[in-house]
């Protein structure tokens, strides 16, 4: 969940912060990792990942602006040795309202009803609610902080994310960092009108609900750490962004009986931890990463 709640809060603040001038309304990406190995085990996995995001804000007034959109996301490979693909769903509805409440400070808020298994045997246990809200502090023109929370129901239990971040763009629009805490930062360069050189980091924590034919009802809870380094052009227009990624991931997908749980996961903590691993991890692998960003600028300049 981390990571998908943090793109989307990169997504939104611009709708209530003049330093950032422009809203990505659709994101869409594939990935693919090279062989990936099992702990303690001669086999391997690909990890292929389908993700695609929508924002539709619908502006009310100077002010406020409502949130709508959607998230969906495929993710495929072997969760255990010698098993066949695992596909795992992520879908997410985005309401909510952005509004500025004085010249400083502007408010987030969102409802996030999802749905995140492998879609078998759908029922309301399928369906978890979360729910974020953030706040932006605008020192300057271009640079600005952000703190906020996340809570929300994971397969494994109650899950809270405190947030901070901050975003600069230089004078120039040449030079940009965002930074949310704990799971994103991104700091890119333009070497040209049409091309820049980025680094990003993210930090993803997630859970899938998976229903097993022949034995119990299990989920697999992932928590990786991703560094790439891109290059981004827009030669086609300005307003279609195309990225090639190059990076490297941390994989857990570790899974466990659907009733093993704990008492409180408050990031970066697990709080009455005793659950019982069912699968060997998912060690480390490279990726490759195609994106393509359709980006709406919000100012002139």
Known sequence: MQNKLLSLLFLISPLVSNSQEYVDLLNVSYSKTGDTSFENSAENTIISIFDSKVLLPIVLNEK????TGFDFNIKKFQLFPNSSDTNLYYTRIKLGIATE?????SGTYVLLPILSSDYKKLSTEDIYLGALAV????????????????VGNEAYGLYVTPLIGAYYISPNSKFEINSIFPGFIDVNLGISNKTKLGIDYKGNSETFK???DDSQTTYTENNSLEFSSY???TSLTKNLLLRLKIGFATNTYDVYAVNDKINLAITPFRIGDNRTKLNPSINSSAFLKVEAIYRFYTSSK
Request: net charge positive; charged share 25%.
């Open 64 to 67: 406020t602006a409502l949130i």
């Open 101 to 105: 409440h004085s010249e400083k400070w």
């Open 135 to 150: 706040w932006t502090y605008k020192k300057r023109k271009n640079f600005n902080y952000k703190f906020g929370l996340y």
């Open 210 to 212: 998976i229903h097993n």
């Open 231 to 233: 290059i981004q052009n």
